[in-house]
Structure formats: structure tokens, C-alpha cells
């Protein structure tokens, strides 16, 4: 972690560079953000930031087919994809150091070109309805869904990144343009390359490349709930499944506070691995699931703090009993000083096997540029949980486990919910 070293430039009309060199491998990766996700879209808009970017692989004026666009990047060897969160969308390519110059063209010329054409925009509508029905169809992935409108609604937030099916059959090319030119400039977007690449020229080729990308002042999503969860309980039947998909947990800590250390940590402790509370309590012990797992959401201004887990129908009550057990005796009890020694140590561990990766350290750095407008190295971070103690642990805990934050999403056969619902009153 000693050689982590991150640069930090500023271009043309405000667009910002990091840069994280390393010379050491052999590969280099371009990681282009922009500061447009789910929470940014109106009802209407709802899955229109995930469309647009299928949308920008569809042909440019330069490459007019995506075949001749993924070409230029299988010929290079290289690999190169797209991904569309709550607060940002990203565009990455990573190819052999040799190559990045190619790799930085054809990034640059779908964002800066594209063509929208109207039969690719039908044809996708068709692809995109069928991967809503596919999440839709996945219990696992579909009770996140359901949680994120427990937590926040029917705040932007609250919605599936994707949208619906309804709004995704109406868009138009127009809003495709429009949303481009409202989101998509040099203020509300952040390009990050790692690896093993000559800095005076990817620099100075960016600042040519991307001469292009308008100006303009950086877009402010529409602020979360000031009350969370919205709601306690929410259920959705399906009797055609074998397992009870739960998640429970309550609101979390935002992306800027001082406590998401803590709640990390803690997070680890209850559920983050397979000695973890929960996976002993509820797998090893009692033998209710497969998959359990805690975790920590944190956006700008808002956050989730969640247990997810698959349990056996029949037993879905006592998952739940368990879950809150182990809520309740972590707000009572001070944590093990080798409990917390080991939930730091495997955020250490984790953090540095996805650093070694050049993708995995653009995504680092860039993301903490865009969103928190500042970046922590992986030696402040690990600073900042290193000073974190058992009683902060027990404090933070008691702050946000507490019964009257619980709130509870479940997903399975009838008959199981009605279990679930008899302990949740």
C-alpha cells in the first residue's frame, strides 16, 4: 500500500483527471464517469441513464455499426463494457499498455459521437425489457429491489436502476439527446486511468480527445427522504418458489460520515464472511440458509445498513429471530477486541486484492473524485479504521440497530410470509 500514488489533474472547462500509475504491470485501464445514475430521473425518466448507456455502443459517426465498434477493441485484445449505478454511469476500457492509446479513441468517440440511431433504439428496447424480466425473475436479485423502495419510496432512489417495463417501451430518441446534453459535460464527469501508460501523453490526449465534451455546471440529484425507512414492511408472494428471500436492516450512514468506518466494520462483524455472526448463527448452527450476508449502502446524502439471506420457507420466523438476536446482543455487548481485529484485517486484505487490479483502482480513485470530491488512499483509509474501537462499534450500533429503524422486505410463498409477519408484529 506503500506505493500507491494518485495524481490529481484539471482540464479543459473543469473536466477532472486522476491518474494511478503503475509501472509494474502491463496493462492500463480508462475509466470515464459521469455523474448521472438512477436518482438523477424524473417518474418518466425512470431507467432512461441505463438505456442511454447501452444506447452509446449503437454506432458512431466515425464507427456507425456496434460491430465495427467492438471490433476496433477485440482487435487490440482488449476489453471494454459499461455500468450504470444510483449516482453514476461508467465507461471503461482496459487493454494491453501498448494499446491504451487505441482503447482512449474509441471510449472517447461513443461518448462524443454517438448516433442514437432509432432501429438500434427499438431493437435494444427489446433487450433491455427482457433483462428487467430476467432481475424480475431472480428472487435474489429482486428482493434488493424491493428493499431499496423499504428504505427510500418512491424517491428516485426507491426505483430499479433499469425502470420498468412501462417506461422503457416509451422513450424516445429525443430524450436520449436531451439527456445527454443535461448530464454529459465537463463538470459532472471524472476520467481516471491506472496502470502503465506515458502521462504527458495520455494527458495531453485527452485534452484533445475530449475538447469535445460541452462545459457546464454539475447536476444535483433531487435530495433522499429526510425520514427513512419509508416504509416498515413490504411483502411480495410468490408461491412458485421454493426459499424465503429476506432482507432486514435499517437506515445507514451516508457517504461523507465519519462513522462509515464503524459501520463497515461492523457490518463484517455480523455478516461479512463465513465466521461471521450471522453465517455461524444461521448457516452453521441452525443450518436455515446457503447465503447470508450483511452489508453497507451509502450514497451522498443517504444510507442502508442490511442483512440479505435465502432461508427454508418453513423456518423463515426463526431466520428472522435470529437476525434480530444478533442485532440486539451487538447494541447490548461490546464486541471481541479479535472480532474487531479480524473484521479489520479482512477489510485490509479485501481492499488490497481488488487494488491490484488495474479497473479496480480506476473505479477506486475515480469514484471518490466524483462523488466525494477528494480521494483517500488506501493508507488513510486503513488509518481511519485502525483508530475505530469496540465501544464506538457498540455506540454506532446502538444508533442505528435499535427496533423502532428495523424494517423488513420479503420475498416467497404465502405462507412463509405470513411466518415472518407473525414476528415482525
Do not use: C
Not at 450471522?278 to 440458509?289: D, K, N, T, V, Y
Request: charged residues 25%; neutral net charge.
Amino acid at each position: 500500500m506503500s506505493s500507491f500514488v494518485v495524481k490529481e489533474k484539471e482540464l479543459q472547462e473543469g473536466l477532472k483527471v486522476v491518474l494511478i500509475p503503475r509501472q509494474e504491470v502491463l496493462t492500463a485501464t480508462l475509466l470515464v464517469l459521469i455523474g448521472a445514475g438512477s436518482r438523477y430521473e424524473t417518474d418518466r425518466q425512470a431507467g432512461l441513464s441505463h438505456f442511454l448507456e447501452h444506447m452509446f455502443f449503437k454506432g458512431t459517426k466515425n464507427r456507425p455499426t456496434t460491430k465495427e465498434i467492438a471490433e476496433a477493441i477485440d482487435n487490440i485484445g482488449g476489453e471494454f463494457n459499461a455500468f450504470t449505478g444510483e449516482e453514476y454511469t461508467g465507461f471503461y476500457v482496459k487493454v494491453a499498455a501498448s494499446q491504451l492509446l487505441t482503447g482512449m479513441d474509441v471510449v472517447a468517440d461513443i461518448l462524443l459521437n454517438p448516433l442514437f440511431p432509432a432501429e438500434e433504439i427499438e431493437r435494444e428496447r427489446g433487450v433491455i425489457i427482457e433483462e428487467i424480466r430476467m432481475y424480475t425473475d431472480a428472487p435474489m436479485h429482486h428482493i434488493s429491489h424491493l428493499w431499496q423502495q423499504v428504505l427510500f419510496g418512491r424517491h428516485p432512489l426507491g426505483r430499479r436502476i433499469d425502470g420498468s417495463i412501462e417506461t422503457v417501451s416509451k422513450f424516445k430518441r429525443n430524450d436520449f439527446i436531451k439527456y445527454t446534453k443535461q448530464h454529459y459535460h465537463t463538470r459532472n464527469a471524472v476520467v481516471a486511468v491506472a496502470g502503465n501508460y506515458d502521462e504527458a501523453k495520455v494527458v495531453g490526449l485527452l485534452q484533445g480527445m475530449f475538447a469535445k465534451l460541452p462545459g457546464g455546471k454539475e447536476t444535483v440529484p433531487r435530495r433522499a427522504p429526510g425520514v427513512l425507512p419509508q416504509h416498515k414492511f413490504i411483502k411480495e408472494v410468490r408461491d412458485n418458489i421454493d426459499q424465503t428471500h429476506m432482507i432486514v436492516g435499517v437506515p445507514g450512514v451516508r457517504l461523507d460520515d465519519d462513522r462509515r468506518f464503524a459501520a463497515n466494520l461492523l457490518a463484517i462483524i455480523l455478516g461479512g464472511g463465513m465466521s461471521s455472526r450471522l453465517f455461524i448463527s444461521i448457516r452453521e448452527r441452525h443450518g436455515l440458509a446457503y447465503a447470508v450476508h450483511t452489508g453497507v449502502q451509502a450514497y451522498v446524502d443517504a444510507g442502508g445498513f442490511a442483512t440479505q439471506l435465502g432461508v427454508r420457507s418453513e423456518k423463515s420466523d426463526q431466520a428472522l429471530i435470529l437476525v434480530f438476536e444478533e442485532y440486539d446482543r451487538v447494541m447490548n455487548e461490546a464486541v471481541l477486541e479479535s472480532e474487531l481485529k479480524k473484521a479489520k484485517e479482512m477489510i485490509k486484505g479485501r481492499l488490497l486484492l481488488d487494488l491490484e487490479e488495474t479497473n479496480a483502482l480506476a473505479q477506486f480513485a475515480g469514484v471518490q473524485a466524483l462523488l466525494q470530491k477528494k480521494i483517500e488512499t488506501p493508507e488513510q483509509l486503513m488509518k481511519n479504521y485502525n483508530t475505530v474501537s469496540a465501544e464506538e462499534i457498540k455506540k454506532l450500533a446502538q444508533e442505528l440497530l435499535v427496533p423502532s429503524k428495523r424494517a423488513v422486505a420479503v420475498l416467497g410463498p404465502n405462507k412463509s410470509i405470513e411466518r415472518v409477519q407473525k414476528v415482525w408484529h
